[in-house]
């Protein structure tokens, strides 16, 4: 038996070195997960084990991975890890999202149960409605910048999974954290990944996962091509390729925003004073994309006027980017709940 033990602390050197160590193992062998060492993960380390768990059982059928030394640990049973990773080796706690602290445990999405609960015409709205309902469970409030912040953050990436990624099922798991002001979203999928993705516009056929990463996060880029195009209708929904920029725009406002896709993983940041940095990471055996979002909720001003900006500067951004369409950032990806909720038809 393969035997792993898990570090206290999950940096994403150390969220590399785990990928590797799991791969690492001969194919049929048995996997033991030590959580000893771990105390509390914070919601990117949670999800990246269970995205590397499942993609390890799901491409190794014969493989068994088990845990040990985690019975004790009420904040992983609480955030539901063993469950997620098809690990259940006791009973878990079933405390409801949002009963007592301000976060949302992971949580499983099958694709196709979610286009038949909301219907495939509805699926947008559905997608919409849905990063309300979590948000609300996560902050406890209804409205306000915040809200807008958090609630958007989730539908453009959750939208992306749906629109992009050809994935099956889609994870996701939030933590908040009120006397910092500051949201932890990580959402993952077992897709086809953003490289892949960019590549069905031909003028991004030939690019590395590298370059096709970073790319994507620049404004007009990683929009549905055939609908920018011309290929497809259009509608309020359709996506213009601003909904990964806006947001990663939006996480280095004193945030950081993670995105980690086949084979290639990028971290961007930024703190209070502004003092930005950037860490890049190669992936083996990645499959899908995993984004984290640390959002600073101590924003000032409107978080409308905030999209506004990053917009119109984007706009004037995608003007010099070749295979980029030049075109305001769709009405989805600007618009607020309250906004679609008096939109019209």
């Known amino acids: 038996m393969a035997h792993i033990t898990l570090p206290e602390r999950f940096f994403p050197s150390d969220l590399i070195a785990l990928n590797d160590q799991l791969w690492a193992t001969p194919e049929g062998?048995?996997?033991e997960l030590d959580f000893e060492r771990v105390g509390f993960l914070t919601p990117m380390a949670m999800i990246f084990l269970v995205h590397r768990v499942r993609a390890i059982q799901f491409s190794r059928k014969n493989t068994r991975v088990i845990a040990t030394n985690i019975e004790n640990n009420e904040w992983?049973?609480?955030m539901?890890?063993?469950t997620a990773c098809g690990l259940e080796i006791f009973q878990e706690?079933?405390?409801?999202?949002?009963?007592?602290?301000?976060?949302?445990?992971i949580t499983v999405v099958k694709k196709n149960e979610f286009i038949q609960?909301?219907?495939?015409a509805a699926l947008q709205e559905g997608v919409d409605h849905e990063a309300a309902a979590l948000t609300r469970i996560l902050l406890r409030v209804g409205l306000g910048p915040a809200f807008d912040a958090v609630q958007y953050s989730l539908r453009e990436i959750i939208r992306n999974v749906f629109e992009h990624?050809?994935?099956r099922t889609l994870m996701y798991c939030a933590q908040y954290y009120p006397k910092l002001r500051r949201a932890h979203l990580v959402i993952g999928d077992d897709g086809i990944g953003i490289p892949n993705s960019l590549r069905n516009n031909p003028k991004f056929l030939k690019l590395s996962d590298k370059a096709a990463v970073e790319i994507s996060l620049m404004p007009g880029v990683s929009g549905n091509y055939l609908a920018l195009s011309g290929q497809q209708g259009t509608s309020r929904?359709?996506?213009?390729?601003y909904g990964l920029y806006m947001t990663s725009r939006l996480c280095r406002n004193a945030g950081q925003f993670y995105v980690f896709s086949n084979n290639y993983g990028l971290v961007l940041s930024s703190d209070r004073n502004n003092e930005k940095s950037k860490f890049s990471y190669s992936l083996n055996n990645f499959k899908g994309t995993l984004i984290c979002m640390n959002?600073?909720?101590?924003?000032?001003?409107?978080f409308s006027n905030h999209l506004k900006k990053y917009a119109e500067e984007g706009k004037e951004e995608a003007k010099r980017i070749a295979g980029a369409k030049v075109i305001d950032a769709s009405t989805a990806s600007l618009m607020l709940r309250r906004d679609f909720e008096r939109s019209p038809e």
């Open 80 to 82: 539901g890890l063993l």
């Open 165 to 167: 990624s050809a994935a």
């Open 29 to 31: 062998e048995p996997i």
């Open 117 to 120: 609960k909301h219907g495939l």
């Open 76 to 78: 992983l049973r609480n």
């Open 295 to 302: 959002i600073d909720l101590g924003m000032k001003g409107d």
């Open 237 to 241: 929904w359709t996506n213009s390729g």
């Open 93 to 105: 706690h079933k405390n409801r999202p949002g009963d007592s602290e301000n976060y949302i445990p």
